[in-house]
């Protein structure tokens, strides 16, 4: 492991200041980073610890909607009773998501940022990597990628995404902030992560020493209706094969608004819009999720071990519907 140094930040501006010398990574819960340092995966000259930041908070916001600070511990938002009893899709997902001793430890801001879990990332005894090393090629398009994308990939890069808790918010529209050298930006969560194209090395489009400081989540008519189904190989602590965020508005019977986003199929959560747009005003029945589910896998793309996913993930998006139209039990549990 290459040897780095550790710096403490005392505030949001002793962060950005820290972050601007070369080789800088800010740290948080480092469940992830740690991992990828000590493989050698990544390799940071400097640590910034931002866990001494004042970005821990989960607040109510006017609109009815909720602030969560990029620091709050996964637990800690899962457990909150304003996520419970307004957005318990996130809460699901949440608890959905590695062990209860890694919830502990993760922040929501680390989440966002966590990397791809694709085998040749991980193990630097492949020289092919070019999300790990540009250029060098992708080992997994000719390999064994039983747990790659099937939406979005490019020549270069076929990995996905592995976070549960960015589904859900993919599906609630949420906005994330961030501040950096130019100051302060929001930026809509569809656009936060991206596709690998020829530069997969980059898993989001954050700048250089910008620091997240907090999740927006708009206010949301969908509490009532919503499920979180992650499939997976075993039955914890493991990452999807398949997941999806359903949420619906129901108004005399019928979809009055709907969202759907996928996991574990692409580079970012992948949004399903079409299938989404099938469902307005119809009946949530048989037919109707059948006919979304059709449309949220059109367009996807197997590759040799993992063209199971196409069938999965429709099946899923009707198995989650389903849940999703079913009515909670009032008390706001997840
Ligand atoms: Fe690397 Fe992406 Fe190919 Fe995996 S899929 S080997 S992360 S380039």
Not at 282 to 292: E, H, I, N, T, W
């Given at each position: 492991?290459?040897?780095?140094?550790?710096?403490?930040?005392?505030d949001?501006?002793?962060?950005?200041?820290?972050?601007?010398?070369?080789?800088?990574?800010?740290?948080?819960?480092?469940?992830?980073?740690?991992?990828l340092?000590?493989?050698?995966?990544?390799?940071?000259?400097?640590?910034?610890?931002?866990?001494?930041?004042?970005?821990?908070d989960?607040?109510?916001?006017?609109?009815?909607?909720?602030?969560?600070?990029?620091?709050?511990?996964?637990?800690?938002?899962?457990?909150h009773?304003?996520?419970?009893?307004?957005?318990?899709?996130?809460?699901?997902?949440?608890?959905?998501?590695?062990?209860?001793?890694?919830?502990?430890?993760?922040?929501?801001?680390?989440?966002?940022?966590?990397?791809?879990?694709?085998?040749?990332?991980?193990?630097?005894?492949?020289?092919?990597?070019?999300?790990?090393?540009?250029?060098?090629?992708?080992?997994?398009?000719?390999?064994?990628?039983?747990i790659?994308?099937?939406?979005?990939?490019?020549?270069?890069?076929?990995?996905?995404?592995?976070?549960?808790?960015?589904?859900?918010?993919?599906?609630?529209?949420?906005?994330?902030?961030?501040r950096?050298?130019?100051?302060?930006?929001?930026?809509?969560?569809?656009?936060?992560?991206?596709?690998?194209?020829?530069?997969?090395?980059?898993?989001?489009?954050?700048?250089?020493?910008?620091?997240?400081?907090?999740?927006?989540?708009?206010?949301?008519?969908?509490?009532?209706?919503?499920?979180?189904?992650?499939?997976?190989?075993?039955?914890?602590?493991?990452?999807?094969?398949?997941?999806?965020?359903?949420?619906?508005?129901?108004?005399?019977?019928?979809?009055?608004?709907?969202?759907?986003a996928?996991?574990?199929?692409?580079?970012?959560?992948?949004?399903?819009?079409?299938?989404?747009?099938?469902l307005?005003?119809?009946?949530?029945?048989?037919?109707?999720?059948?006919?979304?589910?059709?449309?949220?896998?059109?367009?996807?793309?197997?590759?040799?071990?993992?063209?199971?996913?196409?069938?999965?993930?429709?099946?899923?998006?009707?198995?989650?519907?389903?849940?999703?139209?079913?009515?909670?039990?009032?008390?706001?549990?997840?």
């Amino acid at each position: 492991m290459q040897s780095f140094s550790y710096e403490r930040a005392a505030d949001i501006d002793d962060a950005l200041r820290l972050a601007g010398q070369p080789g800088a990574r800010f740290i948080g819960g480092g469940t992830n980073l740690l991992d990828l340092v000590k493989g050698g995966v990544e390799q940071p000259l400097r640590l910034i610890d931002i866990t001494r930041l004042a970005l821990g908070d989960i607040v109510e916001l006017a609109d009815g909607g909720v602030r969560i600070g990029a620091l709050a511990s996964n637990s800690a938002t899962a457990d909150h009773p304003l996520i419970r009893q307004r957005f318990p899709l996130l809460s699901q997902a949440l608890l959905a998501g590695a062990s209860a001793q890694l919830r502990n430890m993760a922040t929501v801001g680390g989440n966002l940022m966590q990397r791809t879990r694709c085998y040749y990332f991980y193990d630097t005894a492949f020289n092919m990597c070019n999300k790990r090393v540009p250029g060098s090629g992708c080992a997994a398009k000719e390999g064994y990628n039983r747990i790659h994308a099937i939406f979005g990939a490019s020549e270069q890069c076929i990995a996905v995404n592995p976070s549960d808790m960015s589904v859900a918010l993919a599906a609630l529209d949420a906005v994330v902030h961030a501040r950096g050298p130019q100051g302060e930006r929001a930026i809509a969560f569809g656009d936060f992560h991206r596709l690998p194209g020829d530069t997969p090395e980059n898993d989001t489009t954050l700048a250089p020493g910008e620091l997240i400081t907090a999740i927006d989540l708009p206010a949301s008519p969908f509490a009532a209706h919503s499920h979180y189904l992650k499939v997976r190989d075993r039955a914890s602590y493991a990452f999807a094969l398949v997941s999806v965020a359903a949420a619906v508005e129901m108004r005399d019977g019928l979809v009055r608004s709907v969202r759907l986003a996928l996991g574990g199929v692409a580079h970012k959560p992948w949004r399903a819009s079409e299938a989404e747009s099938a469902l307005l005003g119809r009946a949530l029945d048989d037919v109707s999720m059948a006919d979304a589910a059709a449309l949220a896998v059109r367009g996807a793309h197997g590759y040799a071990h993992n063209e199971f996913k196409i069938e999965l993930a429709r099946r899923a998006v009707i198995r989650a519907l389903r849940k999703a139209g079913q009515v909670r039990p009032a008390g706001g549990k997840a």
